[in-house]
């Protein structure tokens, strides 16, 4: 009988988490300490997103790209995503040391990054603004982006697996 | 303590920029060891073959969250600006809706979002260039309707 009660909970996380959920963790806490750090320092909450418009304003005449607020924000920004690009490239040189390149399509990450980049823009933010500070702020906007983008998103990458179109063919 | 800046909000000395980039190294480094740099395993998270992406998204916002809730409640500034601790809370509205959509298929079609994508380089993952070109150039044609839009529509909430 324990054998039958203890062998039913771990075929379901065995299912739902064929990766464990550890590296998932302790990444998360992670990324949610980067967020901290900066806040506590600076009062900035940072997004990733915002980075796409405030760099657009070093090359663009564009008045939306000139406002105030990103010109004054795009030098730190552009620190903020070396660190980012920086310190995963540290994580794999320490875990893997060699270069690791996806699968995924060159199209699709062409068109979805695309659609992703209008659509951080329209929606005031993405998946580390909404996802991770808006969220932790208890923010009811961002919950309901969140929920939008999730539930979207989920119903597109099913379609895409339905019409076969794998990760890989 | 109070290294306040006197000038010009975007002159805030090497400390300000180096705290940014430690900040964005842990962020970064966060997004490898949890493999959401990989669009793979995004993709494998919304086809429901793995779950463990809920605990990189709740994992962080449990510590921002935690963050945001004892610092709004002290009375101080930070120490590196001078700012007022504060939440992020955008007002809502359609646009909301529309670009959480937009994105939401975005994310399903390529498995990325922008951190990740930045991240991913990170790896050696040449490949996402092509991720990332196409959001700066999603970002700029969202910038120039928005500015067309502007001159006959009442002015929207600006993103950040």
Known sequence: MQTVSSLIPSLAYAELFPNGIDHYAIGGLLIGLGVAVIYLGTGIIAGASTFLETSLSYVSDVPRFQKGKYVASRDWRVVFTVGMVGGAAIYQAIFHGEIWTTDVQWWRLLGGGLLVGIGTRIGKGCTSGHGVCGVGSASFTSIVNVATFMTIAIGTAQLMQAIGVGVSP | ?160
Do not use: H
């Open chain 2, 1 to 160: 303590m109070s290294e306040k800046s006197s000038g010009k909000s975007n002159e805030r000395g090497p400390l300000f920029m180096l705290l940014i980039l430690v900040g964005g190294l842990i962020f970064g480094f966060g997004l490898g060891f949890s493999q959401m740099a990989k669009p793979e395993v995004v993709l494998d998270f919304l086809q429901f073959e793995d779950f463990g992406l809920l605990f990189v998204m709740g994992g962080a916002a449990v510590v921002t969250g935690t963050t945001f809730a004892v610092a709004t409640r002290l009375s101080g500034r930070a120490p590196l600006t001078g700012n007022v601790y504060t939440r992020r809370l955008k007002s809502f509205d359609k646009n909301v809706l529309v670009g959480g959509g937009i994105f939401g298929v975005g994310w399903g079609v390529s498995g990325i979002c922008p951190g990740a994508a930045y991240a991913s380089l990170g790896l050696g993952n040449y490949l996402i260039l092509f991720g990332i070109s196409g959001m700066f150039v999603g970002a700029y044609l969202q910038g120039l309707w928005r500015k067309r839009g502007a001159d006959t529509t009442n002015p929207t909430t600006s993103a950040d």
